[in-house]
Nanobody, 126 residues
Framework: VQLVESGGGLVQAGGSLRLSCAAS????????VGWFRQAPGKERELVAA????????LFADSVKGRFTISRDNAANTASLQMSSLQPEDTAVYYC????????????????????WGQGTQVTVSS
């Protein structure tokens, strides 16, 4: 599945951004989706993930209460709403899909995700 992220940019601390992930293929609706980020000099880490049905989500502790994840299976999209952004949120954000259809396990590990987008830069200024 091809994934294309959009919505990144430069925002001041305390601001908000909404990232979108557009996917190709009807099967996207059966894939768990994760948003990951990688800051300079750091390893890529999970930000949030959502089950294929949308019934469950998980978040990194660092973003709980500030970020929400959603999906629209009819439109083949997933979104990450980010609020109260801080400079430490600065990173390249990636959308990823786990192509094991209707998987019950919602993983926070990047090796579990089979398809990746190119990423979108988010920069938060202080």
């Amino acid at each position: 599945v091809q994934l294309v992220e959009s919505g990144g940019g430069l925002v001041q601390a305390g601001g908000s951004l909404r990232l979108s992930c557009a996917a190709s293929g009807r099967a996207f609706s059966t894939y768990n989706v994760g948003w990951f980020r990688q800051a300079p000099g750091k390893e890529r880490e999970l930000v949030a993930a959502i089950r294929w049905s949308g019934a469950s989500t998980l978040f990194a502790d660092s973003v709980k209460g500030r970020f929400t994840i959603s999906r629209d299976n009819a439109a083949n999209t997933a979104s990450l709403q980010m609020s109260s952004l801080q400079p430490e949120d600065t990173a390249v954000y990636y959308c990823a899909a786990d192509r094991r259809a209707r998987r019950s396990l919602l993983s926070r590990f990047e090796f579990e995700y089979t398809d990746w987008g190119q990423g979108t830069q988010v920069t938060v200024s202080s």
